[in-house]
């Protein structure tokens, strides 16, 4: 199986899995919270929600995104 040099990677890059881990840890906190009817930490796991995202964003434009890992495969 070979890899095609023009597949975008679909977000397999350390921005989208960093993003993607604290959003998943800030949905399960605020599930959580959700069930014991603490708003206040339902809240504040939005705002981490909204931090993955500015996270995944800013790692994305420094160079940890998906086009800067395809750009240093095709290098030789």
Do not use: C, Q
């Amino acid at each position: 199986m070979s890899i095609d040099p023009s597949d975008p990677g679909h977000g397999h890059s350390p921005a989208a899995w960093t993003a993607v881990i604290i959003m998943l840890a800030a949905f399960t906190i605020g599930t959580t919270a959700f069930f014991f009817e603490l708003v206040w930490l339902v809240w504040a796991s939005f705002g981490l929600l909204i931090v993955g995202v500015i996270v995944g964003y800013v790692l994305s434009k420094v160079g940890y995104g998906v086009s800067a890992t395809t750009a240093t495969s095709h290098g030789h």
